[in-house]
């Protein structure tokens, strides 16, 4: 009897839940199927109600550890079509874009679709990547050995490079905080919108704030002493921007402004150099021919190494480009749809978000031919038009792409010279949230040639 009535209340809870589920896509689906004319959104499901399909999204991300499949699925259950899927994540309705002529469209359409962020207060309000129109414009203008862990050591040399560049900030007591202040606040990126103690937001947000108190301290310092030497960095750049009418940054245009940046270049940056280590140690062949270029410029310049020598490396470029398409540091960026949009027969509606799938172009064979295979020599052709966004497009591409390329391709020279090195765990498993990278954060046995 127990039994039976066990089995009563989970064909009840069942049936419970594929009822909500398929409501909660009716209720989104309604005033379409309302509308006279012709508008439709574009397949998929929206999920569990308030929940949606982040269960799903989790299930893929960090349970299976197969991130792709998560758009793959979809594709299988609702055809290729215009690379348009409806689905509900991070608390809103929003629609997925999975090709590049869908993407374009989103990304240089700023009258339609504004930068967004599941959790904005996290980048800052009246930082580069959140601001609008002129305000973002002018902004914008402007040795080891032994046993390591690359990923642990590969933040050190990035947010050493990054403080001094950044702030003046020397201090290894400030950079080892801010390196875990930064760890806070990278948590809460893709967390829930779920704001109070015991959540990742709430932790992420306070972290925020540790961080932006260690850059107004120094930037009170600066104003009590406006006739001091010059820094030549970056605050001091910010400090002293005016607009069109001779206006200065506010206080807080300028910390939000170095928080964010320092997120953004310290993450992209930290994170291709760790894989860097990683498929050279797995590929030998391509760490033989960059050591050979690099020797090159060593018997010319000694241990000096000038950008114009970096810049002139091709098959560097073509190896960290390789890195870069690998490690998908960025699976997606959020826009708002400002107003209703239609777009090949489908509408986007006003107010919903649009997740622009970058990881899937990377990953897509129709791009890259067998794209899991780590292979620089894919560079000597352009990629095929706009398959290739791992720093987003359009008026909001990362401010960091460029920093995080220059910053891995000089590491990798001094690299390639002075070490050799293997990894400790060369099937590690891989994690995906809130970053991808191998689950014991690459660790190596490193030695000096």
């Known amino acids: 009897m127990e039994m039976e009535l066990a089995g009563f209340w989970v064909a009840v809870a069942v049936a419970l839940a594929a009822l909500f589920w398929w409501w909660n896509d009716y209720w989104y689906a309604l005033p379409f199927r309302l509308h006279r004319g012709g508008v439709k959104l574009p397949p998929g499901n929206m999920g569990i109600p308030f929940i949606g399909e982040m269960p799903a999204f989790?299930?893929?991300?960090?349970?299976?550890?197969?991130?792709?499949?998560?758009?793959?699925?979809?594709?299988?259950?609702?055809?290729?079509?215009?690379?348009?899927?409806?689905?509900?994540?991070?608390g809103?309705?929003?629609?997925?874009?999975?090709?590049?002529?869908?993407?374009?469209?989103?990304?240089?359409?700023?009258?339609?679709?504004?930068?967004?962020?599941?959790?904005?207060?996290?980048?800052?309000?009246?930082s580069l990547v959140a601001v609008e129109g002129p305000a973002h414009s002018r902004v914008r203008a402007l040795v080891v050995r032994g046993r390591i862990t690359a990923f642990k050591e590969a933040k050190k040399v990035t947010l050493a490079s990054i403080g001094m560049y950044f702030a003046s900030i020397e201090s290894e007591d400030v950079l080892e905080t801010i390196d875990d202040l930064v760890k806070g606040i990278i948590s809460g990126l893709r967390a829930y919108p779920i704001n109070f103690p015991g959540t990742a937001l709430h932790y992420a947000l306070q972290c925020r704030r540790r961080a932006?108190?260690?850059?107004?301290?120094?930037?009170?310092?600066?104003?009590?002493?406006?006739?001091?030497?010059?820094?030549?960095?970056?605050?001091?750049a910010l400090m002293q921007m005016k607009d069109e009418e001779g206006n200065r940054l506010s206080e807080d245009e300028v910390l939000?402004?170095?928080?964010?940046?320092?997120?953004?270049?310290?993450?992209?940056?930290?994170?291709?150099?760790?894989?860097?280590v990683y498929y050279l140690a797995k590929y030998p062949e391509v760490l033989l021919k960059l050591r050979e270029e690099h020797m090159l410029i060593s018997k010319k310049l000694g241990d000096l190494v000038t950008y114009e020598e970096i810049v002139s490396c091709k098959y560097t470029a073509k190896v960290v480009e390789e890195i870069i398409r690998m490690a998908n540091i960025s699976s997606f960026v959020v826009r708002t749809a400002k107003k209703d949009v239609d777009y090949k027969g489908y509408r986007i509606p006003k107010g919903w978000k649009v997740a622009c799938w970058f990881r899937y172009f990377q990953t897509n064979p129709e791009h890259f031919e067998d794209p899991m295979c780590f292979n620089p020599d894919r560079w000597n052709e352009a990629p095929k038009a706009g398959s290739y966004l791992v720093f987003g497009g359009?008026?909001?591409m990362c401010a960091g792409n460029m920093f995080a390329r220059l910053q891995v391709s000089v590491l990798l020279h001094h690299l390639v010279l002075g070490y050799r090195w293997k990894l400790v765990n060369p099937n590690a498993g891989m994690t995906y949230l809130p970053l991808p990278n191998p689950t014991d954060d690459v660790e190596i046995d490193i030695t000096q040639i």
């Not at 002529?101 to 240089?108: G, I, N, P, R």
Request: positive net charge.
């Open 58 to 90: 989790l299930w893929y991300f960090k349970v299976l550890c197969h991130p792709d499949d998560f758009i793959n699925a979809k594709r299988r259950k609702y055809g290729d079509g215009i690379g348009l899927y409806r689905t509900y994540l991070f």
């Open 92 to 126: 809103s309705p929003t629609i997925i874009t999975c090709t590049p002529s869908a993407t374009k469209m989103v990304l240089q359409d700023e009258s339609s679709f504004s930068m967004s962020w599941n959790n904005v207060e996290l980048v800052g309000a009246t």
């Open 212 to 236: 932006k108190a260690i850059f107004r301290k120094e930037l009170e310092k600066r104003n009590k002493f406006e006739a001091s030497v010059p820094k030549n960095d970056l605050m001091e």
């Open 256 to 276: 939000d402004n170095i928080v964010t940046l320092i997120l953004a270049g310290y993450t992209s940056t930290s994170v291709a150099i760790m894989w860097a």
């Open 394 to 396: 359009g008026p909001r």
